[in-house]
Every structure is written in structure tokens, then in C-alpha cells.
């Protein structure tokens, strides 16, 4: 008796995600430091991701292979036209949970909660949360 479940490794590996939740946050954390200066630096990424530098590297190279990212050793992080969409669209899901979360919590942030769970609800999921959270007095 199967009525599709799966365990979260199995739905995991049935979506088949081009990047893993890892380079979602790296990603959104250089979107946001783009945004604010053009570009990143490793330094900057390793500490407000709270990871170190050498870890830090190696997920930018992968970004770059996935052609998110440019970067050269020791130099600046810059967004592609692909990784900026993504970024923007990592923003947008974080921040339209984190307003549901303080919604439903009478909360100030959810931080924490909207970290813990961004990377498991799908785009149509987000946007009909949006939906939703218009339809509410806050």
C-alpha cells in the first residue's frame, strides 16, 4: 500500500533540484550583498553566513559552475543574469514567509523559523501564501 509517501530524502531525490539548499542560502546572501554593493566579497559571505572563508570559497565555485555566479580568486563575487533571478526570487520567498510567521506569531521576526523551512515549499506555495496574507488584516 503506497499512497505516495515518501521520507524528505525521497521527495528530495523524486524534484531533483539543479542546486542544493546550501547554495539556495549562499546565493541568497550574495544577492543580498550584490544588491546593497554590486558585488560580494568571501570575507563578507563567510561572515554573515557565520562559515569560514575556505567553506565559503568552495560554494562559490560551485555557484559559478552552475553559471549563478562570477568570481575570480581573491576577488569580487557578481551575480549572472540566471543568479540574480534566483537570488530575487530567494528574497521574495523569504520574506513572504517570514510575514506569514510573524503574522500567525504576533512576532517582530521568524528568522530562525523561515531558515528552518524556506527551501521545502514550492514557488506555486509561495505565491498563494502572498495571496493569502493580502486577504488578512496584519
Known amino acids: 500500500m503506497n499512497d505516495g509517501y515518501y521520507t524528505l530524502k525521497g521527495y528530495d531525490m523524486l524534484e531533483k533540484k539543479e542546486i542544493t539548499y546550501a547554495m539556495e542560502d549562499y546565493l541568497e546572501m ?3 550583498l550584490c544588491k546593497a554593493n554590486e558585488s560580494a566579497r568571501i570575507s563578507e559571505l563567510s561572515r554573515y553566513l557565520n562559515v569560514k572563508p575556505s567553506s565559503a570559497t568552495k560554494m562559490v565555485k560551485n555557484l ?4 549563478l555566479v562570477e568570481f575570480e ?3 569580487h563575487i557578481s551575480l549572472t543574469p540566471y543568479g540574480r533571478d534566483k537570488g530575487e526570487y530567494y528574497i521574495y520567498r523569504h ?3 517570514n510575514k506569514l510567521f510573524m503574522a500567525i506569531n504576533k512576532s517582530r521576526s521568524e528568522l530562525e523559523t523561515v531558515e528552518k523551512i524556506e527551501h521545502f515549499i514550492n514557488e ?4 498563494n501564501i502572498e ?4 486577504k488578512i488584516p496584519l
Do not use: D
Open 95 to 97: 520574506n513572504v514567509l
Open 73 to 75: 580568486r581573491y576577488g
Open 124 to 127: 506555486e506555495t509561495v505565491r
Open 30 to 32: 550574495i544577492y543580498r
Open 64 to 67: 559559478k559552475e552552475c553559471g
Open 131 to 134: 495571496l493569502f496574507l493580502e
